[in-house]
């Protein structure tokens, strides 16, 4: 058996990389995607928990991330596609009218 | 008696023409005026004629309407109190002030404000009347500052003038500083005698015998007599009068000469057996009349404005009356106080009547030869000039001789009192018959290009010449109620008001010797008349003279011009200090500096550091999303240390 080190070496890694390309990419639609890297990081972790530990919440816990993580990509995108309509980019950092 | 209808009628005059004056015509505002304080005065002749067929042992008769205040043993009443005094006081209160309403019909028929200026006038005569009328110290203290606050509201009455307002203040807060020395006399009173009330205050008062060194009762006299200088413009507190003649004429002659300011010697007369107990205060009270008298004469022999010259003549005539108070001769200095109401109110009418038919013109350089053009008003006030300098047979001689000779005779009187009083008549007389010869005789000198009143110049209308008549006629025989024994006469003045300082060790003449008194007499004739000469020669024969001798006097004519500096001098001590540490530390330190300044570091110190904190709020979604970050690895750390310790 694989030694649950493995896996969670794998989720920081994942996990890092997501909040690597949040934090230094500038397209909205790269950010969702490191969004839901991060997310599925901690998917893998607990779902590595849960067979360790022989529970099986982890395994619930990761079918509700899915369903929130699929209806958040649903409103993302939706709002994306609404913002790109009006300001014609996808730089969030472009999309600052209420800023001073 | 009802006497508490005394003063409320002129109350109900003041409501009814302050309240609604505005919706009456004319003739409405006039009737009200002049029924109210006529009624008033009618009543206190009905008073006077019960107070003849009273038993002496009636009198004081004191009559109590409520009870105002009470705290253990100390109480005080709205009660008034009648005797010889305050029934000389309200006849001459209601009697001048009756005629002088009158006057003022006349003399303010042009102006605006006509419902407002008589209902001050009415509510001053309400004040003044609960002054002279209360029972204790404490009603005494609400008519003595009632009457302030007419006072101030009719100096200030063309308020839309600068110096008419600041005159107002002026005269405001100077009396402030003579109330505060009459509140605290009245503390030490409660704190002596437990009581404030006349009935008990005094009694208590003669059981404590004469003090030999100052004590208590010293202490008492002279918080009173601060009091009292403050409202009879005595040195030090005398500032006020003079610029007290910003307001109308008729209140000049009403407030500022007839009556309010013979309060302070109504209220030194009335506290008689306080003072004839303390002799070292009697002493300061005589010394500040005394100089009083000297300094106010001399000043009014320089002032030029006609106005002013009777100011400071009534500053003057206050000085004799606390002269006579500080000799022991109450009577004498209420005598004078009548007769001076008299006289003085006719030399302001008189003067007011010259202005009015000037069309306002003050200034005495400026007059001239009005006795043909204003015949009525010439006449009434050359009685008025003979009274007050003192010519034989009219009312001043009669009062002001009194006051001499017991200035002279009186245990507590000097031959330096008498002394300084005689020189004083010679410059009245002087400063007096300067103001006739200028404003009556001589031609007629026009300001430079000025002629535009040359044909205007009017007799006043009847309704100002019969008070001018009437007074004049009391100036002229006033006096005959009071002729001394040397002259022949029985004092009758003295006697009536006898029982009232009869505790007060009132002066049975000591020294009875008639000789000496009509030397005395003779001498104050001969100052009159030598004043008058003086006046004559260098006003009416040589008129170049006094440029002459102004001119070789130099400084001293200059200090005695400009008042001797002491406005200038209180505005350095005082006035400026005041201003300046208000400025600086009230203000600019205290205000600004502390109050303003911590409100303002408070906000400036929320703003800084907001503006740090307002940074972090950037707007960059990476930027936050780093600061996530990081926090997360903070307590990835924090968890970190704890776990590995």
């Known amino acids: 058996m694989v030694p649950i080190s493995y896996y969670l070496v794998l989720s920081a890694i994942l996990f890092g990389m997501g909040v690597l390309g949040f934090l230094v990419k500038r397209n909205v639609i790269t950010l969702f995607m490191s969004i839901e890297l991060m997310l599925n990081a901690v998917n893998l972790a607990f779902v590595a928990f849960a067979t360790q530990w022989n529970a099986l919440s982890g395994h619930v816990f990761v079918f509700f991330v899915m369903v929130v993580a699929a209806a958040e990509a649903a409103v993302g995108l939706a709002i994306i596609i609404a913002v790109y309509r009006t300001r014609q980019t996808l730089n969030p950092d472009r999309v600052d009218l209420l800023k001073l | ?645």
């Open chain 2, 1 to 645: 008696m009802n006497l508490w209808l005394i003063p409320l009628l002129p109350l109900a005059g003041a409501l009814l023409n302050g309240l609604f004056g505005r919706r009456f015509s004319r003739a409405g505002v006039t009737a009200v005026a002049l029924g109210f304080p006529g009624a008033a005065f009618a009543w206190s002749l009905w008073v006077a004629a019960q107070f003849a067929r009273l038993p002496a042992a009636a009198i004081p008769y004191s009559e109590t309407l409520a009870a105002w205040m009470q705290a253990g043993a100390f109480r005080v009443n709205f009660a008034f109190y009648l005797d010889q005094l305050s029934l000389v006081m309200i006849l001459v209160v209601t009697g001048v002030g009756f005629l002088i309403h009158v006057y003022s019909v006349g003399y303010m028929a042009h102006e605006g404000g006509y419902y407002r200026f008589f209902s001050y006038l009415n509510l001053f005569l309400f004040f003044m009347l609960t002054l002279v009328l209360a029972d204790n110290y404490l009603l005494m203290f609400v008519g003595w500052e009632g009457v302030g606050l007419a006072s101030y509201l009719l100096i200030g009455f063309w308020f839309q003038k600068d110096s008419a307002s600041a005159a107002g203040k002026k005269a405001f807060i100077v009396n402030r500083i003579g109330d505060f020395g009459f509140l605290l006399g009245m503390f030490l009173m409660v704190k002596t005698f437990g009581s404030l009330s006349f009935g008990e205050v005094f009694p208590a008062a003669a059981n404590l015998g004469v003090e030999g060194s100052a004590g208590v009762l010293t202490a008492i006299a002279l918080l009173l007599l601060l009091g009292a200088c403050g409202k009879s413009a005595q040195i030090p507190l005398h500032v006020w009068l003079p610029d007290a003649m910003e307001g109308p004429t008729p209140v000049s002659a009403l407030i500022h000469a007839a009556t309010m300011v013979t309060a302070g010697v109504y209220m030194v007369a009335r506290s008689s057996p306080i003072y004839s107990r303390a002799p070292e205060a009697l002493m300061v009270v005589a010394i500040v009349g005394c100089l009083t008298a000297l300094f106010a004469a001399t000043i009014g022999m320089a002032q030029n404005d006609i106005k002013r010259v009777l100011a400071y003549s009534t500053i003057s005539q206050l000085g004799y009356m606390f002269l006579a108070c500080g000799v022991a001769a109450y009577s004498a200095a209420i005598f004078h106080l009548m007769t001076h109401a008299f006289f003085k109110a006719l030399l302001f009418l008189g003067a007011g009547s010259v202005i009015h038919a000037l069309s306002g013109e003050q200034d005495m350089r400026h007059m001239g030869g009005l006795r043909r053009k204003v015949p009525w008003t010439f006449a009434t006030m050359t009685v008025a000039t003979l009274a007050i300098a003192g010519t034989p047979l009219f009312s001043g001689f009669f009062s002001k001789d009194e006051i001499l000779w017991k200035a002279y005779s009186s245990p507590q009187g000097s031959p330096v009192f008498w002394a300084v009083a005689l020189f004083t008549t010679l410059l009245t007389s002087f400063y007096m018959f300067r103001l006739w010869f200028m404003t009556f005789f001589g031609e007629r000198r026009t300001p430079a290009g000025d002629h535009t009143h040359e044909d205007h110049v009017h007799e006043s209308p009847p309704v100002m010449l019969v008070p001018l008549v009437i007074l004049a006629v009391l100036s002229a025989v006033g006096g005959y109620v009071g002729v001394p024994h040397a002259l022949g006469g029985h004092n009758s003045f003295a006697q009536f008001l006898a029982p009232v300082f009869a505790t007060g060790e009132e002066v049975a003449v000591h020294v009875a010797d008639a000789g000496l008194e009509r030397l005395l007499t003779f001498l104050s004739v001969l100052a009159a008349v030598l004043g008058f000469a003086f006046a004559w020669v260098l006003y009416c024969k040589r008129p170049e003279l006094p440029e002459r001798i102004t001119a070789a006097l130099g400084g001293l004519y200059y200090a005695v011009a400009n008042k001797y500096f002491v406005d200038e001098g209180y505005q350095a001590v005082f006035v400026r200090p005041v201003v300046e540490g208000s400025t600086e530390i009230l203000w600019r330190g205290i205000d600004v500096g502390l109050i303003d300044d911590s409100v303002n570091q408070a906000a400036a110190g929320a703003r800084g550091i907001s503006g740090a904190v307002r940074k972090m709020q950037s707007g960059n979604l990476r930027s936050y999303a780093g600061w996530v970050a990081a926090g997360a690895a903070a307590v990835l750390a924090y968890m970190f240390w704890v776990g590995t310790r």
